[in-house]
């Protein structure tokens, strides 16, 4: 097996490693700490195209985790880059929020519903049924069908909600157009990831609490993979997928001490 070198660069989930729904994760906010005084280059990841980096701040602040706007990295920057590298300045028909939509403008795309070049569908927690008839007339007359992410349900302080995945497959039922997702488990998430940070495969880690998403991510990205535990794949869950992470620990605080050395640590199992 190949020996990886340092660990010089950490994409890190943000749902399920550094918070929940309820605060942070015991261990976060010292591993971002540690990562920002070591000077170590990082990203934090999320598929929730909801929010801009800016607001992501500030809930991760509100939290104790200091993690630079800059240092966010979001489905909804992803989709918008990809968007950017097919089609400059295109016009897209969007359902969404703040997040999505502002980074859509920040290309220079217009939105709106008259022939758009493209339909993107992103999350919200207000899915408005007009919204989906208009984007599935849309792509039925022959625009091109996005989806920030495939997530089917997301987390809310309530309980689980439908999400851009749900959402998606029922405009995909009704007009028999399949969406391209940009977000996790698709690797061009990744790949943007790097290249905004600079990072290359052989030296960055991620740190995931998906195994579907996060990890096989990951892996098809040829970063070094780390599972932790306190998300919603549980030790049991592992065994069932054809692929393994690298490692599999409890939680973030168990990688503290990796940031002054930078050593990745052996294949589990």
Not at 134 to 160: E, H, K, W, Y
Request: glycine share 10%; proline share 7%.
């Amino acid at each position: 097996m190949h020996e990886r070198g340092p660990t010089e660069c950490w994409l890190i989930d943000m749902d399920g490693v550094l918070v929940r729904e309820s605060g942070p994760i015991p261990g976060a906010a010292e591993f971002i700490g540690r990562l920002t005084t070591s000077g170590k280059r990082f990203l934090v990841l999320t598929n929730n195209s909801i929010y801009t980096p800016r607001d992501l701040w500030a809930r991760l602040r509100a939290m104790g985790i200091e993690v630079p706007a800059s240092a966010i990295w979001t489905s909804a920057l992803a989709t918008a880059q990809f968007l950017d590298s097919q089609r400059p300045k295109a016009t897209a028909y969007v359902i969404g929020e703040a997040g999505l939509t502002t980074a859509l403008h920040g290309i220079g795309y217009v939105l709106g519903d008259v022939q758009p070049d493209y339909v993107v569908l992103g999350e919200t927690r207000r899915y408005s049924f007009e919204a989906i008839t208009t984007a599935i007339r849309l792509v039925d007359d022959g625009a091109r069908f996005i989806a920030t992410n495939p997530d089917p349900i997301g987390p809310s302080p309530q309980g689980a909600v439908p999400a851009t995945g749900s959402v998606a497959a029922l405009i995909t039922k009704a007009t028999g157009v399949e969406p391209y997702f940009v977000g996790k488990p698709n690797p061009l998430m990744m790949r943007s990831a790097l290249n905004t940070v600079e990072g290359h495969s052989e030296s960055t880690a991620m740190i995931g609490d998906r195994m579907d998403t996060d990890i096989v991510a990951g892996i098809e990205a040829g970063l070094d993979t780390i599972l932790v535990l306190t998300g919603v794949t549980g030790p049991a869950e592992v065994e069932r997928y054809p692929y393994r992470p690298n490692r599999v620990v409890a939680s973030i605080a168990d990688l503290l001490d990796e940031i002054e050395d930078g050593r990745p640590g052996g294949r589990d199992g």
